[in-house]
């Protein structure tokens, strides 16, 4: 069965910090994977997406990811945390079984950046 | 444009009552989606559509019946709202495989 799982539900960096988000997937077929964030009273948008191309994955507003089949991770990252990262973030998995597509979100964490 | 969007955006009602949520995308996606955040944020899948045909129907009550008129509209219908349904239910849609694009939400307070 596939799974997601983000380790961490809060998460707290200063502003110019590294940001590190991580996230872990179960899959027994190769996955398509996402990054999305929430801020507050919108609906989810996606940051970046794997869809078996390159493993290094850039995406909007600065953050990438970087896919590591060895260790089924799929880590969000940002070098430096801006005031406007705090968020939700949501990582999902995308597995294609009997025909149809199955999307699995994780849990989310929420970013919250310190002055 | 809106690519996906959904009305109302809050609804407040009584426990008891049946109500509806609308939503509609502009992409031309075959696949649609319902998920509900509750308050700590979990977001999980209700439904999911292909093609105005019902493919996943999750762990939901069936006192919600989603209806798609046609591949660019899925609805929400909720009878007999109980306190419990008090959440903010997402639409969206996605091309096969691809990332999903979300509408803007719906609030529901029911009381």
Known sequence: AQSVTQLGSHVSVSEGALV???????????????WYVQYPNQGLQLLLKYTSAATLVKGINGFEAEFKKSETSFHLTKPSAH???????????????SGTYKYIFGTGTRLKVLA | DTAVSQ???YLVTQMGNDKSIKCEQNLGHDTMYWYKQDSKKFLKIMFSYNNKELIINETVPNRFS???????????????????????YFCASSPPGGEQFFGPGTRLTVL
């Open chain 1, 20 to 34: 590190l988000l991580r996230c872990n997937y179960s899959s027994s077929v190769p996955p398509y994977l996402f």
């Open chain 1, 83 to 97: 005031m406007s990262d705090a968020a939700e973030y949501f990582c999902a998995v995308s597995v294609r079984t």
């Open chain 2, 7 to 9: 009305t109302p955006k």
């Open chain 2, 66 to 88: 989603p209806k798609s008129p046609d591949k660019a509209h899925l609805n929400l219908h909720i009878n007999s709202l109980e306190l419990g349904d008090s959440a903010v």
